[in-house]
């Protein structure tokens, strides 16, 4: 019988597998390495481009912040020149108010009723003096709450006395003034020509 030695083939197919195996491993570290650098670049790109997204965000919010100062420096100049014009309605409430509250008040003030003492201090106003008749001091209090120069009207006393042979009744009357409608009543006089 004749003796065929096949170490020789086991061996050398096993040499060629190894080399086959060693070709497949460089193979798939050379692909890892080509797919670790494209996901590298990727990312790199993606964020260089979130950089320049961010940059650019950055630039409108600071032309929105310089639009939205202007803005607000405009909102103070509007707010101050209200205040200005306020004041300016105030000066003129002011300057025709006492006049037309006193023309006002010798309108609606009954004939037999007579003022003593009038006597304003910080809006307020205090009406001392003396009527015929609790009648009249009546029509007076309710003639000043019925006009746009007095609010807040209050009766805070009478008494009766004897004048002589005349009765007479003596009252104190405080209310809030408002020069306000002088101003309302001088812009609609130039209306009215």
Same mark, same amino acid.
């Given at each position: 019988m004749i003796r065929i030695n096949l170490l020789p083939v086991r061996v050398s197919k096993k040499k060629e597998a190894g080399k086959n195996q060693l070709v497949f491993f460089a193979l798939a570290i050379v692909f890892a390495l080509i797919c670790n650098f494209w996901w590298s670049? @990727?990312? %790199? #790109? $993606?964020m260089t481009a979130r950089e320049e997204k961010v940059k650019r965000t950055k &630039? $409108?919010?600071?032309?929105? $912040?310089?639009?939205?100062?202007e803005v607000t420096n405009i909102k103070a100049q509007q707010q101050a020149v209200k205040d200005k014009l306020a004041v300016l309605e105030k000066l003129k409430a002011g300057r025709q108010g006492p006049v037309r509250m006193l023309d006002e008040l010798a309108a609606i003030t009954p004939?037999?009723?007579?003022?003593?003492?009038? #006597? $304003?201090? %910080? %809006? &307020?106003i205090t009406f +001392?003096? @003396?009527?015929g008749t609790? #009648? +009249? =001091?009546s029509a007076f209090l309710a003639a000043?709450?019925? @006009?746009?120069?007095f609010s807040a009207v209050e009766l805070k006393k009478t008494a009766a006395k004897r004048d002589g042979k005349f009765k007479l009744v003596d009252f104190t009357i405080n209310a809030a003034v408002n020069y306000t409608p002088a =101003?309302?009543?001088a812009a609609a006089a130039p209306e009215k020509r």
């Open positions: 670049r @990727s990312r %790199g #790109d $993606e &630039a $409108e919010i600071a032309q929105l $912040e310089k639009i939205i100062g004939k037999r009723l007579w003022l003593r003492k009038l #006597d $304003e201090k %910080g %809006g &307020a +001392d003096g @003396s009527a609790i #009648d +009249d =001091v000043l709450k019925k @006009s746009p120069f =101003v309302q009543l």
